[in-house]
């Protein structure tokens, strides 16, 4: 784990990522509009209530140090400063709207942790100083990739829906791809059959691709249909950098010095290895966190929406909740006087709608909503204050079904990480 391996490979991959980093910062953080997204009378989803939210000119300032830090991670440029600036603003974009929340921002975040503790500027960078680095450096990246893949199977399997081809895609959405010619001609597979067989073929790449990765004889096979995967994942769905960041990093299961002809820095530089305590200790803390953290939601059932599942962040469970709302409504009733309450009024940017779906999103939507109350309503008794949603949705092609009990005063309703929200109605 401390012996030295070539870090040439290992530059030359944080140099793509900075590159991919950067790029994310314009096209999913929406880095010249985002100041509009946090308006100071709308409601916040923060992971603390005390958290506070930049906005306005600190926002813009805070955004443009962001890119700084980024160009700093791509070029190798005040590396420990850049990173760590990287790795802190990307978890607090993520803190003050958890609504935005989902596995890719959050392995984004990680990799940018990553950088903070290792020396990925050895080489392919204007700071190179060495040729070498210890081996858990190169380790700890593949670790992470093959707990994307490893454990995104296990959670279909898990699903109870992925296996019958159900998720969150359908046949609309491979149709167009050049292989299912072949399924309609050749092999003469209805709708509902190519697409089991394609949830079946999913389920098997991600599985044994991310075995296979860690041998020499086969991770030429696995590299290249698992770099497949990805090209057609970021062809048929919206989903950023995340597909191009995976397939940078299916690079570093190659030979450390695969790409030692482009020769940068210092040659024949004597690497002595530090065997430290502290890092084997990190090393067992991170990657134990990182395999059960999969299965927190087990744990906090309070964060269990309607699907059984917790915030969509780190459970790797991708594509496996697939869901068609067809109808949110929200009713305030003040001794007997109804309104409509339009999310809209109180989100300036509510294109996301995974707040619906989460308990602990829920609550805090109707906290805020009960905290811009007009004062003069003071007056009233609490039991004459009501707030009601109604929110039905077809969940992996199922019949529509109500996910919120609409007898549930979400005003006042009790929620708690450890117990599972009484006004959540799950689908069976």
């Known amino acids: ?32 509009t985002l100041v509009n997204r946090y308006d100071k009378d709308k409601c916040f989803f923060t992971i603390h209530p005390e958290l506070p939210v930049l906005t306005d000119t600190n926002l813009t300032l805070f955004l443009y140090v962001l890119l700084l830090a980024h160009v700093g991670i791509t070029l190798g440029l005040f590396y420990r400063v850049s990173t760590i600036i990287t790795s802190l603003g990307r978890w607090y974009l993520m803190a003050i ?44 990246v593949q670790y992470q990739q093959f707990i994307i893949y490893f454990m995104a199977g296990i959670q279909k399997v898990l699903s109870g829906t992925w296996l019958q081809g159900k ?31 394609i ?11 991310a075995i296979a990765l860690f041998h020499r004889n ?44 482009f020769k940068h820095g210092k040659k024949n530089v004597v690497y002595r290895v530090r065997r430290s305590r502290f890092t084997k200790c990190m090393l067992v803390l991170y990657t134990t966190s990182q395999l059960l953290i999969t299965f927190s939601d087990k744990v906090f059932v309070g964060m269990q929406g309607y699907h059984g599942n917790g915030l969509y962040g780190f459970s790797w469970k991708m594509f496996t909740v697939g869901e068609r709302k067809r109808r949110l409504e929200i009713l305030l009733t003040i001794d007997g006087e109804r309104w409509d309450i339009d999310p809209r009024d ?32 003071v007056y009233f008794n609490a039991t004459n204050i009501h707030l009601y949603m109604d929110v039905t949705v077809s969940y992996n092609g199922g019949p529509e079904s109500p996910i919120i009990d609409m007898n549930s005063n979400l005003f006042f309703v ?14 069976k």
């Open 346 to 377: 109180y989100m300036n940017y509510s294109r996301r709608s995974k707040w619906k779906d989460n308990p602990w999103l829920i609550k805090k939507f109707a906290s805020c909503i009960y905290d811009t109350l007009d004062l003069s309503y």
């Open 218 to 261: 086969t991770r030429w096979i696995a590299i290249l249909f698992l770099s497949m995967f990805h090209s057609m994942n970021f062809y048929m769905f919206d989903i950023g950098m995340f597909p191009v960041m995976c397939v940078a990093g299916l690079t570093l299961f190659l030979d450390p010095d695969w790409c030692e002809f």
């Open 167 to 197: 998720s969150s895609f359908r046949y609309r959405d491979v149709e167009k791809l050049p292989f299912m010619n072949f399924t309609r001609t050749v092999l003469v597979l209805e709708e509902e059959e190519t697409l089991i067989m």
């Open 414 to 427: 009790e929620w708690n990480l450890f117990k599972r929200s009484e006004f959540i109605i799950p689908i």
């Open 1 to 32: 784990m401390f012996l030295p391996v070539n870090a040439h490979s290992l530059g030359l991959f944080r140099f793509v990522a900075g590159i991919i980093l950067t790029l994310d910062l314009f096209l999913e953080r929406e880095f010249f």
């Open 97 to 140: 709207d958890m609504t935005r929340w989902n596995n890719h921002t959050y392995f984004f975040a990680l990799m940018c942790t990553m950088f903070v503790f290792t020396d990925y500027h050895a080489q392919f960078s204007f700071s190179a100083r060495r040729n070498y680095v210890p081996e858990w450096q190169l380790w700890i």
């Open 199 to 209: 949830h079946w073929c999913g389920l098997a790449l991600e599985l044994g691709g």
